[in-house]
């Protein structure tokens, strides 16, 4: 069973800049689509970044666009999303998703109910 481990979030200031990491114990990690969401309280899970199993093609959430960065490395078994810039909003529990990257629609890389394994989540708070 593949099991995803998200590390490196923590308190920072309005403006700074954290790098979450979540690494996966599958040993078919190359074949995996992988994404980043998040959660307020009383908010639902909401998308973030994601990042495709072939070619790396990354796509993200209006919200964070230009400020937010995927990234994978393979040989680490480990996807990263690297945060700049941080604001007050961005404060949330940041979850890594993982899924089998078959030739799914565009539409359903932001959709939590099409992927198939989760991490247990990494706290982020910015302070103003």
């Known amino acids: 069973q593949v099991q995803l481990v998200e590390s490196g979030g923590g308190l920072v200031q309005a403006g700074g800049s954290l790098r979450l990491s979540c690494a996966a114990s599958g040993r078919t990690f ?25 070619n790396y093609n990354t796509y993200y959430a209006d919200s964070v666009k230009g400020r937010f960065t995927i990234s994978r490395d393979n040989a680490k078994n ?19 998703a993982g899924r089998l990257g078959l030739n799914y629609g565009l539409e359903s ?17 910015v302070s103003s």
């Not at 480990?78 to 890594?96: F, G, H, I, R």
Request: aromatic share 16%; proline share 3%; glycine share 6%.
């Open 30 to 54: 190359s074949s995996y689509a992988m994404g980043w969401f998040r959660q307020a309280p009383g908010k639902e899970r909401e998308f973030v970044a994601h990042i495709t199993a072939r």
């Open 78 to 96: 480990t996807v990263y999303l690297q945060m700049n810039s941080l604001k007050p909003e961005d404060t949330a529990v940041y979850y890594c």
């Open 109 to 125: 890389m932001s959709r939590v109910n099409d992927y198939d394994y989760w991490g247990q989540g990494t706290q982020v708070t």
